[in-house]
């Protein structure tokens, strides 16, 4: 299985982190996605930064260049994440041709959840996918390469790093809940394209 835990992020690190995020949050306000058919609300509030943006309404899943409020191009990715994904090449655990094109930040409260998916919109299946949790630990849930396949569950604390790479970027997976807290952000770092 190529999926990747890395040493969690120190506590100095997160706090800048969480700092750099809020500001990102300021200039592009969270909002709650939409199922595309029934146009139901995701459990959970989100926003982006980078060039691209992942987001979802009545007119699908995509990745657009402004947020669906403001109308305003996406922050770009603030320094840590820069530092991170800098880390992750000299340790050869990403790409050294990865450039990441975007960046979820996803909002989760007590009550929210993330069901069972795969993330297959990207026109570049091949690129890793990373993950960086900020406060509340999540049980994170991961599947096999069908939704009825077994599901292994793993505790994401506060500064924790998954990486998703090779043939196990395409499981499907999810967040079942939030435990040890109230309030919990995922980052969710992809290269879209090739």
């Known amino acids: 299985m190529a ?6 992020l120190p506590p100095t690190e997160r706090k800048i982190l969480i700092g750099e995020i809020g500001k990102i949050i300021e200039e592009a306000p ?3 996605p939409q199922m595309p058919r029934s146009g139901a609300n995701f459990h959970y509030q989100m926003s982006n930064c980078g060039p691209l943006g992942w987001i979802s309404d009545r007119a699908g899943y995509r990745y657009a260049p402004n947020h669906p409020i403001t109308g305003k191009p996406w922050p770009p990715f603030p320094p840590s994440l820069d530092k991170i994904i800098k880390i992750l090449k000299q340790k050869e655990i990403i790409p050294n041709n990865y450039r990441p094109e975007t960046c979820l930040i996803n909002k989760y409260t007590e009550n929210s959840k993330l069901g069972l998916h795969r993330d297959n919109t990207e026109k570049n299946l091949q690129a890793p996918i990373i993950s960086i949790s900020l406060g509340a630990t999540g049980i994170f849930q991961i599947g096999g390469f069908k939704r009825s ?5 793993i505790a994401l604390e506060s500064g924790a790093i998954l990486i998703l790479s090779g043939e196990d ?9 939030i435990i040890n ?3 919990r952000i995922n980052l969710t770092i992809r290269q879209i394209n090739f």
């Open 3 to 8: 999926i990747i835990m890395m040493e969690k």
């Open 30 to 32: 969270l909002f709650t």
């Open 149 to 153: 396949d077994p599901i292994k569950e």
């Open 169 to 177: 970027r395409l499981r499907f997976h999810g967040l079942k809940k």
């Open 181 to 183: 807290g109230t309030k």
